[in-house]
């Protein structure tokens, strides 16, 4: 069956301006997991949602933010761009979420330049 | 507070050696962890997981130990292929700010040599 789709795989944005990335799960998965990787910060965990209700946030700024749909479909955003912003977003999908002995499975990713 | 963190940023070993990358961790509250593997330009694939009741897991190829004593975990690699250079990650999967998330070491970038 067909893995984590991410969509755009790479895209380029200007300081200021804001951008919509989007994340389809695997099949049958109800919960989608966000994730910036920047060399300096390594992987950080941005938010978590399952079946439509964000369940878990991590620090970022409001200016991080993200929905799920009925369809189990996620899509985050990120408004007034900062240069630091740029990273590559990862999403990931399981069946019960981010639960002890839950796999978890990365998309390929988003990469963000911000200039 | 809560950090999971890697020894060594790079290894090298040989084609055919063993690899062991290291992961160390603070919270001693942290009983689920998980090894994945990214390779370049590709997202992180699950490689293998233990829970704190467990010292020892192995799978094909890979083996994780964990020493609760001193809050350290490694994952080994048995005859190293070329395939297998990458970045490993340690993951913890742990209940923080009100539910679960997954908190990522820095990361070995291992590389094999022929």
């Known amino acids: 069956k067909a893995g984590v789709t991410q969509t755009p795989r790479y895209l380029i944005k200007t300081r200021g301006q804001q951008v919509t990335l989007s994340c389809s799960p695997i099949s049958g998965h109800r919960s989608v997991s966000w994730y910036q990787q920047t060399p300096g910060q390594g992987l950080q965990f941005l938010f978590e949602?399952?079946?439509?209700?964000?369940?878990n946030k991590g620090n970022f700024p409001g200016r991080f933010s993200g929905r799920q749909f009925s369809n189990s479909r996620s899509e985050m955003n990120v408004s007034t761009l900062e240069l630091g912003d740029s990273a590559l977003y990862l999403c990931a999908s399981s069946l019960q979420g981010l639960i002890r002995g839950n796999t978890i499975y990365f998309g390929e990713g988003s990469w963000l330049t911000v200039v | 507070g809560e950090s999971v963190g890697l020894h060594l940023p790079t290894l090298s070993v040989q084609e055919g050696d063993n690899s062991i990358i290291n992961c160390a961790y603070s919270n001693s509250a942290s009983d689920y962890f998980i090894w994945y593997k990214q390779e370049s330009g590709k997202g992180p694939q699950f490689i293998i997981d233990?829970?704190?009741?467990?010292d020892k897991r192995q799978g094909q190829r890979v083996t994780v130990l964990l020493n609760k004593t001193v809050k350290h975990l490694s994952l080994q690699i048995a005859a190293t292929q070329p395939g297998d250079s990458a970045v490993y990650f340690c993951a913890e999967n742990g209940v923080t700010g009100g539910g679960n998330k997954l908190t990522f070491g820095t990361g070995t970038q291992l590389k094999v040599e022929l």
């Open positions: 233990i829970r704190s009741n467990m």
């Open positions: 949602y399952f079946s439509e209700t964000q369940r």
